[in-house]
């Protein structure tokens, strides 16, 4: 039991030492000296990483301009989306059912309220159509603000929300509206044919979905409102929209929708993204 004692004092005796020892002046084994070394080292070792990532990203900020990227993927077909925003791009309702589709029109309301013709005068201009808004800078010098062309709601006719404030819900005639992502510079048409949005039902749905209404007409997404320049460059861009009115839906059945852009430069669906250039959704009218 001694022999035990004596080995356990010998070990604790040992890592007192080794933590401090008062002969050598050493802490865990090393002098101050030796500390002092080592951490300056350390300091001019971070500070020179510090410094390197500094002067990288000081590199890069300068190669990027505040109005437009540097480096832009080369997306051949911007993609599309809808309004309302319905659940996972469901659109579903009840024409009884008030609260089913109060939310759609809520949501319709706050969507369009920057497309009233009385903001749009006062922001923006009212452009020759059918033609591109082209607004270069000249040399060094910018031409920003760049100004941006008049999409009024009530362009949208039975589906400004104006004429019917209900958008067609209430009669199991619902308008859905279309937007093609924003790309800056992108140049959609050529030779004065402006794109425009078809919508037509899957295979297995074609005899459910029943005539159509395009607004504005054809569902052409003017030239005139590109090309885009960027949200800083462009401040009070107006995105153009096309809505789609369903007038003799089937009811009380899922119908399996898709919307494509057609024109002469742009591409629907590629290996990189098969719905480029289209949109598909569900959309479902119940009468009860």
Same mark, same amino acid.
């Given at each position: 039991m001694? $022999?035990? +004692?004596?080995?356990?004092r010998k ?22 000296s030796?500390?002092?070394l080592?951490l300056l080292f350390? &300091? ?5 990483l510090a410094g390197?990532?500094?002067l990288t ?7 990027? @301009? @505040?109005? +437009?990227p540097t480096?832009?993927? =080369?997306?051949?077909t /911007?993609?599309?989306m809808?309004? /309302?925003?319905g ?6 309702? !009840? ?5 089913s589709?109060? $939310? ?10 920057s497309?009233?013709d009385?903001y ?9 159509p059918?033609?591109?808004f ?5 040399g060094?010098?910018r ?5 941006s062309?008049q999409f ?18 209430n009669r199991?005639q ?5 937007? &093609?992502? =924003?790309?800056?510079g992108?140049? /959609?048409?050529k030779d004065?044919q402006?794109?425009y949005?078809?919508c037509?039902a899957?295979r297995?749905?074609?005899d459910?979905?029943?005539p159509?209404?395009?607004f504005p007409?054809? $569902?052409?997404?003017n030239l005139?409102y590109?090309?885009?320049?960027? +949200?800083k460059?462009q401040v009070?861009y107006?995105?153009p929209?096309v809505?789609?009115k369903?007038l003799n839906? !089937?009811l009380n059945t ?5 919307c494509?852009i057609? !024109?002469?430069t742009l ?5 990189r993204?098969k719905f480029a250039g289209?949109?598909s ?5 119940? @009468?009860?």
């Open positions: 001694s $022999g035990t +004692k004596e080995e356990d070990g604790s005796s040992e890592w007192r030492e080794f933590f401090w020892n008062p002969r050598t002046h050493e802490l865990l084994g090393r002098t101050a030796s500390w002092g080592i350390y &300091l001019v070792f971070y500070l020179f390197m990532f500094i990203m000081y590199i890069m900020l300068l190669t990027l @301009d @505040d109005y +437009k480096w832009q993927d =080369r997306l051949a /911007p993609g599309m809808i309004r /309302p925003k659940d996972q791009l469901e659109i579903t309702f !009840s024409v009884s059912e008030t609260e589709w109060d $939310g759609f029109i809520q949501n319709l309301n706050t969507f369009l309220s497309y009233n009385s749009q005068v006062q922001t923006n201009d009212n452009c020759p059918d033609q591109y082209i607004q270069e800078d000249s060094e010098v031409n920003n603000p760049k100004r062309c009024n709601r009530t362009m949208l006719e039975d589906c400004s929300g104006i004429t019917d404030r209900f958008y067609g819900y199991g619902p308008c859905i509206l279309i937007k &093609l992502n =924003r790309v800056i992108m140049l /959609p048409g004065g402006s794109p949005v078809t037509g899957k297995e749905d074609s459910k979905i029943g159509l209404a395009y007409p054809n $569902g052409t997404f005139m590109y090309p885009y320049y960027g +949200k460059a009070n107006t995105q929209l809505a789609v369903f839906a !089937s899922d119908i399996n929708v898709e494509k057609n !024109s002469n591409a629907t669906g590629n290996e993204d289209r949109v959704f569900k959309l479902r009218i119940n @009468d009860k």
